[in-house]
């Protein structure tokens, strides 16, 4: 028997309630928590993100080195352009990461509030260089 039943992947941020409506959006989820300080989503297979307000959140800078990366989500898509469109209309930006080498597309994204992640169209399977 597992002891841990199900886990939820949490980014801080300065306003939650925004940040989840970037998401809810993305991802076609729906909102499944939300207090003053954490709003909670799941999407149509599952996957949660929640976002916890803090007001003296800093956001990250990756690629460049200050404030580097912290953590950040994967997304396997199918179509890299109709994505790219869709996150740039809800208010995140392409992230310059120059040409990412290795056998599978992806493109680098930040949210709203400056959390990256990435779409792929195959999921990895080498570690990552550097």
């Known amino acids: 028997?597992?002891?841990?039943?199900?886990?939820?992947?949490?980014?801080?941020?300065?306003?939650?309630?925004?940040?989840a409506v970037f998401y809810k959006e993305l991802l076609a989820a729906e909102e499944t928590d939300a207090t003053a300080n954490r709003v909670e989503i799941r999407g149509a297979d599952g996957?949660?993100?929640?976002?916890?307000?803090?007001?003296?959140?800093?956001?990250?800078?990756?690629?460049?080195?200050?404030?580097?990366?912290?953590?950040?989500?994967?997304?396997?898509?199918?179509?890299?352009?109709?994505?790219?469109?869709?996150?740039?209309?809800?208010?995140?930006r392409p992230l310059d990461t120059k040409d990412v080498a290795g056998p599978f597309e992806e493109r680098g994204y930040a949210d709203p509030a400056g959390h990256s992640f990435t779409v792929r169209t195959v999921t990895p399977?080498?570690?990552?260089?550097g």
């Open 1 to 19: 028997m597992a002891l841990v039943k199900a886990g939820v992947v949490v980014l801080d941020c300065a306003e939650p309630e925004k940040l």
């Open 47 to 92: 996957f949660r993100l929640a976002f916890r307000r803090d007001v003296n959140a800093t956001p990250p800078s990756w690629p460049r080195p200050e404030n580097s990366l912290q953590a950040h989500i994967d997304f396997v898509v199918e179509d890299l352009d109709a994505v790219e469109r869709k996150v740039v209309e809800l208010g995140g």
């Open 125 to 129: 399977t080498a570690p990552k260089q």
